[in-house]
C-alpha cells in the first residue's frame, strides 16, 4: 500500500491525490457534498465490488475513497489479520456484539483505523454480509487523505481574494440593518480555518469589521459595494455575497409551531439564519431582496415544526 501516499484506485485506474471529484467521477453529481459509487473489483490486493470517492464538492479534490469489499471463502476476521500484517497494528480497534434488534448486516461488530499520516486507513466488518446494487458486501475498507493544507492549496487565493474584496467594498457601505428577535447562532457562528472553507464553502466569507460593528449580534444586514455591483448579506461573523453559482437561489422558511415552536429561515448557499417564528426582520429582508435583486430565485417554504 505503499502508492497510497500519493494516490488512489479505482479499478485499473490510479489518480493522485489532488484530483477534483469531477476528473475521477465525471458528471456524477452536480453540487454540493460528492460522493458516488464506481465498480471496482480489486483495491489494494483487496477484493471489492464498488469504490466511493467523495470529495466536499464536485470542483474539489477526493480527499477519501471507501471501498465495498466482497465477500470471501474464509471468515471475514481474516482481513484484520491481512492488514495488520500489512500496516502493522490499528492505532484504534473496537469490537461490539450483532445488534439484537433488526438485520445483523446493519451491524457494524469491528472497527480499526490505521494513522499514517498523510493517509489514514479504516476497517469496517458488518454483522452479515449487506446486500447493495453492485452484490453483498462483508464490509469497508477506507482510504483517507489527511492532509487538508494540501487539499486546500489551490483554492485558498481564490478565497482569500473574495474576503479582500469585500473588505474593499464594505468602505463606504451603507448596510440596511433587519432585526432578529433571537440572537443569532447557526449563520453568525465564528467561521473555522480558511482551508477547510476553501475546499467546502468558498462562498461564505469572513465579515468585514466595517460591517461587523453594524450588525451586532440581533441583527443581520444586505449591503453592496458603491456602485451596487456586488450585494452581500452580513450577519456578525459570516457573509455571503450574492449572485454567485451557489448564491443564487435564496431560502425564506416559515416553520409554524406544532410539536416545537416553529421558526422563520434565511438560507443561501451554506450561509443561514434563524428566527422566532412570525418575527418580521427575515420577511422584511425578502422583500427588499425581491425589490432589488430580481436575478435571484427565492423560494418561499412553509409547512408545521414537527
Request: contains cysteine; negative net charge; hydrophobic residues 40%.
Amino acid at each position: 500500500m505503499d502508492d497510497a501516499v500519493t494516490g488512489f484506485r479505482i479499478g485499473e485506474a490510479f489518480h493522485p491525490w489532488g484530483t477534483l471529484f469531477d476528473i475521477a467521477a465525471p458528471g456524477r453529481v452536480g453540487r454540493g457534498y460528492a460522493a458516488a459509487k464506481l465498480p471496482c473489483a480489486t483495491a489494494w490486493g483487496l477484493r471489492t465490488i464498488y469504490a466511493e470517492p467523495s470529495a466536499a464538492r464536485p470542483d474539489r479534490p477526493v480527499t477519501a475513497v471507501a471501498y465495498e469489499l466482497a465477500e470471501m471463502d474464509r471468515p471475514a476476521r481474516y482481513l484484520l489479520a491481512e492488514l495488520v500484517f500489512r500496516l502493522g497494528q490499528p492505532d484504534e480497534i473496537e469490537r461490539s456484539a450483532p445488534s439484537e434488534h433488526g438485520l445483523a448486516c446493519d451491524s457494524v461488530v469491528l472497527h480499526a483505523r490505521w494513522r499514517r499520516d498523510p493517509i489514514a486507513f479504516s476497517l469496517s466488518l458488518y454483522g452479515a454480509p449487506r446486500p447493495s446494487e453492485f452484490g453483498p458486501g462483508l464490509g469497508k475498507f477506507y482510504l483517507s487523505w489527511t492532509d487538508t493544507e494540501a487539499a486546500a492549496a489551490p483554492f485558498l487565493a481564490q478565497w482569500r481574494a473574495a474576503n479582500q474584496t469585500a473588505e474593499a467594498d464594505a468602505s463606504g457601505a451603507a448596510p440596511r440593518l433587519f432585526s432578529l428577535q433571537y440572537p443569532i447562532e447557526d449563520g453568525g457562528l465564528r467561521l473555522g480555518e480558511p482551508r477547510r472553507l476553501a475546499l467546502a464553502t468558498p462562498e461564505l466569507l469572513q465579515t468585514p469589521k466595517i460591517i461587523a460593528d453594524h450588525v451586532g449580534s440581533r441583527s443581520f444586514c444586505l449591503w453592496s459595494d458603491s456602485l451596487a455591483e456586488r450585494w452581500y448579506l452580513s450577519c456578525l461573523f459570516s457573509t455571503v455575497p450574492l449572485g454567485g453559482p451557489d448564491t443564487s437561489r435564496v431560502q425564506f422558511l416559515e416553520i409554524a409551531p406544532a410539536k416545537a415552536g416553529g421558526f422563520s429561515g434565511l438560507e443561501v448557499g451554506s450561509w443561514s439564519l434563524r428566527d422566532a417564528y412570525g418575527a418580521r426582520g427575515i420577511a422584511d429582508a425578502i422583500e427588499v431582496l425581491r425589490a432589488t435583486q430580481p436575478h435571484l430565485t427565492i423560494e418561499h417554504h412553509t409547512g408545521y415544526d414537527v
